[in-house]
């Protein structure tokens, strides 16, 4: 609220001229309409009948109201519409406006201008003046508007009138303002019209709101409008009253709760003494080269230690944090070991074969040993059990001299388990790659994940999805474990990771990683396994010299065929522990016992054999091919069996236990075989009183996949046309209804499969010499590859004859 007081043209300031003579002149002049000299105000709206001082900064405004005083000629006050032009013509002022009579002019001591204005009636600018009374003045033509009051009866707006004095008078008294001179007048005001027009002249509010009330004819619509805005003006102080009160009491709150604070201090230091914990912690944290925000943190953390009683649970779980943030290696990092040969035999003395792998390995090692600072690709190792995933990421970190961790992730199902608990959860822990950073001591380890396409998801989390920060080089230099709630760089440490299928690995995960495929092995490098890693551990654990206890060349064939079925060497390390097991039994009974192990001790040794090996069987029955398949213990080899017989209507039965894709294999085998009749001599209305039954045996275990597509086409032409297949010959490959030879994976398996079955020919797909190609030569010896892209070329060797001959 404003008091009786000077108003500046560009801002609302007030001081009281009470004691001023104005000197008002007994007759006050009639104003030229048609040419009225004009005084612009950057934010005063003056309403009819107030008396109003005002600080003039414009000269031109200066001259005008001196002018006017001396000569006694009313002006218009009107407001500007932009209280920042500085030189405003009448299309920048709001049209609204009242004639004043300036009573006198003065300067004040601060050296200001001020004049004294007295309004008469509003008045509307109508038009542009030439301004002969005062030249050099702004002037413009304008119009009395005249104002209708309401009755002295009119019982609603003497009510208005009554609610406006008192709203107001509650505004001033609630802002503490010093306005005894305006609240004294707004009690002692007779007139309503005069009481809500100085009351709009000093209310604070916008020059679009006051030009709004000026608008108003009817003193009642004026009264309303103003009841409304200094309603919500008195609603505007309560509340700022409010929050004055509520930051006063926040304030003595605060200096209640230091003066405690400092008391409980006082009191903890009398009853615990001093704290050995927090000065313990406080001097290893000096010692350790902690980032700027690790120890920003860290120094926050201690304080709350400080203030927790030690035998509170929360102690502990502080206590434990704050142990776990100096345990981990901030920016301790391993010597790397540059001996590069060295790192090649203990990759030769560790793994015998898996040549295609290690010479991979031994890639990155060089490009990490000439490059230190490089980043390293996240590894994933993909193979059947006990092929030597774990044991590879072992010799590799024995090979950077690295230290090395195991993370094993198979069963995972909680997202936590990765980026750790929160801290506000009882028993919270950090997450495995944390935990395996602090066991390992350095920031740059190598470290294993194990397992990791056996993790599961539920409603506790995705923990492959938490992997894919830990895997992505460019954010785990960032990782963000939420227990310990800082960074923490991840992108010295050298991931590899292993799994038994890719089937089950998230697809944005597996693009992080490089895959690298290790097959099984052959017969011939599980000998060479045993005998130089196997046999001499196991015997060492048992009691026995390393090279004391020996097997023949004949028992451990006989062992992997007869005693395991794997691709790797798992069971065949638990047949050769059995035997040996046997063999310290004899000895601690007294017993005579061999330390040499023939192939004719085994059974007294192991048993009856356990698996009875996949041997080809000569056969001259039509419709019997040999196929080849993988399994996830190696390849073995497959018969597929087709038989015709007569009955009413085409039919194709399937048998065997076999998968979707199998299924449509026979069928697509069918189909091709039934395009190619005419070709082959084959009536091809015969297939309608024929049924065509297609058997895999064993139907107790699950079959499926598209490789066995060229041996079912093979099968089911030898039962149509009574020619036996040729024997000792095997196949694998997919096929098109085109007749197209598709190849296929797990070809060395597939091939270590025929060859221990005595197969001596086997028709592959063309596209798949390659992979011929990358097997050594001593294990393929003996065997005759036959490359083919049609399924006519098939025939002509599976059954011996071209087409025409058939």
């Not at 201090?265 to 050995?276: K, S, T």
């Not at 035999?345 to 010479?359: A, S």
């Not at 085409?650 to 979707?660: A, F, Q, S, V």
């Not at 009183?689 to 093979?714: F, W, Y």
Request: aromatic residues 6%.
């Amino acid at each position: 609220m404003h008091n009786n007081s000077e108003m500046k043209e560009d801002s609302t300031k007030i001081v009281s001229v009470g004691q001023i003579d104005i000197g008002v002149p007994a007759e006050r002049p009639t104003p030229d309409f048609n040419d009225l000299p004009i005084i612009a105000m950057r934010d005063l709206v003056l309403f009819p009948g107030v008396t109003f001082p005002i600080t003039l900064a414009r000269d031109a405004s200066v001259m005008t109201a001196a002018a006017a005083a001396e000569n006694h000629i009313p002006v218009g006050i009107f407001c500007q519409r932009e209280a920042s032009t500085e030189h405003p013509g009448l299309e920048d002022l709001y049209e609204y406006g009242v004639v004043a009579d300036v009573l006198k002019t003065f300067d004040l001591p601060d050296g200001t201008h001020t004049a004294i204005l007295s309004a008469r009636e509003k008045i509307k600018i109508t038009g542009m003046a030439e301004g002969r009374h005062i030249p050099g003045a702004l002037a413009a033509q304008v119009k009395s508007v005249r104002e209708s009051s309401s009755r002295q009866s009119d019982k609603e707006f003497i009510a208005l009138v009554d609610d406006i004095r008192q709203t107001t008078l509650n505004i001033l008294h609630a802002g503490n303002e010093k306005m005894s001179d305006l609240a004294f007048n707004i009690e002692n005001i007779p007139s309503p019209q005069l009481l809500i027009n100085i009351i709009s002249t000093h209310s604070p509010f916008t020059p679009e709101v006051k030009i709004e009330l000026l608008r108003k004819n009817r003193m009642k619509d004026r009264a309303q409008l103003l009841l409304s805005h200094l309603a919500h003006s008195e609603e505007m102080a309560e509340i700022r009253a409010d929050v004055h009160r509520k930051a006063r009491r926040n304030i003595d709150e605060q200096q209640r709760n230091a003066f405690l604070q400092h008391q409980f201090e006082v009191l903890r230091e009398e009853l615990y003494g001093d704290d050995d914990d927090c000065r313990t912690l406080e001097e290893k944290a000096k010692k350790i080269d902690l980032p700027e925000s690790v120890m920003r943190t860290f120094g926050k953390e201690l304080e709350k230690l400080r203030r927790l009683n030690p035998q509170s649970p929360d102690y502990s779980v502080q206590y434990s944090y704050l142990q776990l943030l100096t345990d981990l290696p901030w920016g301790k990092y391993s010597e790397l070991d540059t001996d590069f040969q060295a790192a090649e035999r203990i990759l030769d003395e560790d793994h015998y074969g898996l040549e295609k792998v290690k010479e991979r390995i031994l890639e990155q090692l060089a490009v990490m040993m000439n490059t230190p600072e490089g980043r390293s690709p996240i590894i994933c190792l993909v193979g059947a059990p006990g092929v030597g995933k774990t044991s590879l990421g072992q010799s590799i970190a024995k090979s950077l001299g690295r230290k090395y961790q195991r993370v094993s992730l198979g069963g995972l199902h909680d997202e936590a388990e990765i980026r750790g608990h929160r801290r506000t959860y009882i028993g919270a822990m950090p997450g495995r790659i944390i935990d395996a950073i602090k066991r390992a001591g350095t920031s740059n380890p190598v470290l294993l994940l194990d397992e990791i396409d056996k993790t599961g998801s539920d409603f506790k989390g995705d923990p492959s999805s938490a992997l894919l920060e830990v895997l992505d080089p460019e954010q785990n230099s960032h990782f963000h474990d939420n227990y310990v709630d800082v960074d923490y760089d991840l992108s010295h440490v050298l991931f590899i990771a292993t799994a038994n299928t890719l089937s089950t690995i998230p697809r944005p995960l597996l693009d992080r990683m490089e895959i690298i495929d290790i097959s099984g092995y052959l017969p011939e490098e599980k000998i060479e396994i045993a005998r130089k890693h196997l046999i001499p551990r196991l015997a060492v654990e048992n009691g026995f010299g390393k090279d004391e206890i020996t097997f023949s060349t004949e028992a451990l064939t006989k062992i992997i065929e007869s005693y395991t079925s794997e691709s790797g060497v798992r069971l065949l390390e638990k047949e050769l522990a059995k035997v040996i097991r046997k063999i310290v039994l004899g000895k601690m009974r007294g017993e005579a016992y061999k330390l040499h192990v023939e192939s004719e001790d085994l059974r007294n040794y192991l048993g009856v054999e356990t698996y009875t090996p996949e041997r080809y069987e000569l056969s001259d029955t039509p419709g019997v091919a040999t196929g080849l398949a993988w399994t996830a213990v190696g390849g073995e080899i497959l018969f597929i069996e087709s038989s015709i017989t007569q009955g009413k209507g085409e039919k194709l039965t399937i048998t065997g236990n076999l998968g979707d894709v199998m299924k449509e294999s026979a069928v697509i085998a069918t189909q091709v075989v039934k395009a190619r009749a005419e070709r082959y001599g084959i009536d091809p209305e015969s297939f309608e009183n024929r049924q065509l039954h297609i058997h895999v045996p064993e139907g107790a275990i699950p079959k499926d996949g598209p490789s066995a597509g060229i041996t079912m086409c093979t099968s089911i032409l030898s039962a149509i046309t009574g020619r036996p297949v040729r024997p000792r010959l095997a196949m694998t490959g997919e096929i098109t209804l085109r007749g197209k030879v598709l190849p296929v994976g797990g070809i060395k398996e597939k091939i270590l499969a025929a060859k221990r079955a005595g197969i001596t020919d086997i028709i592959l797909c063309a596209d798949n010499r390659k992979n011929i190609e990358e097997i050594k030569p001593v294990y393929i010896s003996g065997l005759t590859f036959h490359y083919v892209s049609t399924i006519d070329e098939v025939f002509a060797i599976a059954l011996g004859k071209q087409p025409s001959d058939i």
